[in-house]
């Protein structure tokens, strides 16, 4: 699948936002941002980055290429999810190893729950549409 076959499949995804400008078209869903213009298209995760979006990488493309719209979605989503594990795991270890108090832990162990779940609701709703269900909402 061609990026301009991804973009046209997620540019028909309800409830993406579509913003049209005479520069470009740029399309917002679940922190993805998709933006066409002259120069062709681009993705980028609204996720990291900090002031600017960070551009997916070559990885990030091909899997989009790979797997299409939704379950390249899914898998980009999943991956960022397990970098903020990581990334959390070793603040907690840091925390606990540097005797922060147990309300900073506290806050630390329930973003990483937070983040437990929405790996596991990801991978839950990849393990549908790889199963050839359709009808799920992403």
């Known amino acids: 699948m061609s990026i301009e076959e991804v973009y046209e499949e997620a540019i028909k995804t309800f409830p993406a936002t579509t913003v049209d400008t005479d520069e470009a078209t740029e399309t917002f869903y679940r922190g993805i941002k998709i933006v066409r213009d002259e120069d062709g298209i681009r993705f980028y995760d609204t996720t990291r980055g900090g002031d600017t979006y960070a551009e997916f990488d070559s990885r990030e493309y091909a899997t989009m290429c790979v797997y299409g719209w939704r379950e390249g979605l899914l898998r980009v989503k999943m991956n960022n999810y397990k970098h903020r594990l990581e ?45 050839g269900d359709t009808k799920i909402n992403l």
Request: a positive charge.
């Open 87 to 131: 990334l959390l795991e070793a603040r907690v270890r840091m925390s606990i190893l540097a005797k922060h108090s147990s309300n900073h832990i506290t806050s630390l162990k329930n973003r990483r729950e937070e983040l437990t779940s929405a790996y596991a609701e990801a991978s839950r709703q990849l393990n549908l549409i790889s199963h």
